[in-house]
């Protein structure tokens, strides 16, 4: 195994996770995988395309609660069907959902136990990072919570300490509730402010189960947070908290829609930014699990103008070489976003020509939204996990 041996969990059935006319469409799934296919990220020496296969039962219910998979299952064929959050407008039923929705668990858990083995030492599955679902609840336009269920087998094969970043705008309620009062895992979420945006969880008090004290790290951000303020409450946070908690692996939820252009919520951050996001998550995982990270996708819903190209650069980065953000966009690629999504503007770079540097945090000073967020996470953060909220080198 080489340093940029990635198994890229991908087979075009997986584009079946399709709730129809709904924000959540798979065409962004679709585009990505074009994306980085006519870029060349996907025939890069070590990358190994491999096809999932659905997660069973046994694999589903040590998440989730066995009567919700049954009701996954059976709710397509009753049309009055109502119940465990499903037939909603978030969630509506449709043919094929638990079908559908293992194979999205399916592929994280393949991704999860590819590196773990050590037969990768990263593994990407874009079409997963549905984070929302619950133990016996649909959420969020998720049925099935991969990321947890992709922790789940990790810690069943021998983990001990599990590191989970979600850099989607919305709160990884999901999997912090999977493992509120689990002290194996660490679940680090940042995301626009509950007081503005669904699901109303993660302020920076909810620090973990009375087992587990500490486990729990939430940044919520103000609405309107550019890439500069986004990336210093990143660094002001995530490396800490990480080196003091040690894990032996990385999963990170990567979802897309912190971008300026996402319809649904109010976060201001660039492609740019983005990258700089997973650059920085594969040197934490580079520094603390020698190198063993497995991403997954998330939320997004710039179907053309940001997702594509955010989750391309993720997979550039999880492969090898990050590409240069001057890179443009494949003309083959542009006639694909305009005959999928006609009337959208197609990119025509992989960059939004933003910045994405920052300025260290510090304690000092008059604080602004940004840094009321940062000291708020730490205060309540740092101490459970034995650093000092007030000093940055912490």
């Known amino acids: 195994m080489s340093d940029d041996d990635t198994v890229v969990v991908w087979d075009e059935s997986m584009l079946a996770y399709d709730m129809g006319d709904h924000p959540l469409d798979p065409v962004r799934v679709e585009l990505t995988v074009a994306l980085a296919r006519e870029l060349g990220v996907l025939e890069r020496p070590g990358v190994r395309l491999v096809k999932p ?8 219910t040590r998440v989730h609660d066995p009567r919700y998979v049954e009701a996954v299952r059976v709710a397509p064929r009753d049309p009055l069907f109502a119940g465990f959050g499903l037939g909603t407008s978030d969630n509506p039923v449709f ?43 649909a959420s969020g336009f998720c049925v099935y919570n991969d990321p947890a269920v992709g922790i789940a087998r990790l810690l069943d094969l021998g983990a001990r300490r599990v590191a989970y970043v979600d850099v989607d705008v919305h709160h990884g309620d999901g999997v912090q509730k999977t493992f509120w009062d689990d002290p194996r895992v660490l679940t680090v979420s940042l995301h626009e402010t509950p007081l503005a945006l669904f699901p109303g969880t993660g302020f920076p008090d909810e620090t973990g189960g009375p087992e587990a004290q500490g486990t729990a790290v939430n940044v919520p951000l103000p609405p309107g947070i550019d890439d500069p303020g986004w990336q210093r409450a990143f660094h002001a946070i995530v490396p800490s908290v990480l080196r003091a908690f040690q894990p032996e692996i990385l999963v990170t939820q990567c979802g897309a829609d912190a971008h300026k252009l996402d319809p649904l919520a109010d976060l201001h951050l660039s492609v740019d930014g983005q990258r700089a996001t997973y650059i920085a998550l594969r040197a934490l995982a580079d520094e603390l699990c020698e190198g063993r990270w497995v991403a997954t996708g998330g939320g997004g819903y710039a179907l ?34 305009a005959a999928r999504c006609p009337g959208r503007q197609i990119p025509l770079r992989m960059t939004d ?13 008059e604080p602004n939204s940004v840094d009321r967020a940062i000291a708020a996470a730490r205060r309540t953060a740092f101490p459970l996990l034995g650093l000092d909220p007030h000093d940055p080198r912490d």
């Open 95 to 137: 043919e094929g959902m638990h079908e559908a929705s293992a194979l999205i668990a399916g592929a994280t858990v393949t991704a999860a136990e590819a590196v773990w083995r050590g037969d990768a030492r990263r593994a990407v599955n874009v079409a997963g990072g549905l984070h929302h679902a619950m133990p016996a609840r």
């Open 304 to 337: 053309v103008e940001a997702v594509p190209r955010a989750w391309t650069h993720l997979l550039a980065v999880a492969t090898g070489e990050p590409l240069d953000p001057a890179t443009l966009t494949p003309p083959a690629w542009r006639e694909l976003a």
């Open 353 to 365: 020509d933003a910045d994405p540097s920052y300025e260290p945090w510090q304690p000092s000073g």
């Open 53 to 60: 296969e659905p997660a069973d039962d046994d694999v589903l």
